[in-house]
């Protein structure tokens, strides 16, 4: 079950992508790029805290 919503998923997220412009693409991964970069320094600091 989690292949498939998995698979769904991926496949919506690249319906989305086609059918928006380059630069709009580009400026998401970069949204995304920066949330996922700051949750993991968050993460990692927290880590380091409790070890």
């Not at 919506?12 to 949750?39: D, E, K, S």
Request: aromatic fraction near 14%.
């Amino acid at each position: 079950m989690f292949f498939f919503i998995a698979l769904a998923a991926a496949g919506v997220l690249l319906g989305a992508a086609a059918h928006t412009t380059l630069p709009q693409f580009l400026v998401a991964g970069a949204v995304i790029g920066a949330w996922l970069l700051a949750f993991g320094l968050r993460e990692g600091a927290a880590w380091l805290r409790h070890r």
